[in-house]
């Protein structure tokens, strides 16, 4: 199942990055609402996905579904303005993101390893909040 959730993950990314590439970064009107039902259709996919799974493993699937979308969508965004404002606010979705599928993740731990896990996500969550104040946006894992 994980290597299906990995292959959604990566075929939405591929569409949306061919959406971008089509459009030399300056995008029509018609090129974004393409890339944004794109983006719609791969997020329904994903989150069709993880009905078949079941307690905190469909939770994660979900938090990853919700996370790739709103990242897939921030990137549009960024991609269509070209602002500086919109690539900043890509770089918080991604770390707002990728903390909300990691404390998810804690949730499968107990006790004080869950506490521990939770705390390293959001230290985790300020070190690129940190990092794209210092030198732009930081990486991100989705």
Do not use: H, W
């Not at 994903?46 to 939770?59: L, P, W």
């Amino acid at each position: 199942m994980k290597t299906l959730k990995t292959s959604l993950l990566l075929a939405g990314l591929l569409t949306v990055s061919a959406s971008f590439a089509q459009g030399g970064g300056a995008m029509s009107r018609e090129q974004k609402n393409a890339a944004e039902q794109s983006i719609e259709a791969t997020a329904k996919a994903d989150k069709k996905a993880c009905e078949s799974m079941r307690g905190n493993a469909q939770d994660i699937c979900q938090a990853e579904a919700k996370a790739k979308e709103k990242v897939a969508k921030a990137e549009l965004e960024a991609r269509a303005s070209g602002s500086e404002r919109d690539r900043a606010k890509l770089a918080d979705i991604k770390a707002e993101a990728a903390y909300e599928v990691a404390k998810e993740r804690c949730e499968d731990q107990k006790g004080d390893a869950q506490d521990a896990c939770k705390d390293r996500a959001k230290v985790q969550q300020q070190a690129r909040a940190d990092a794209r104040q210092g030198q732009g946006t930081p990486p991100s894992k989705y």
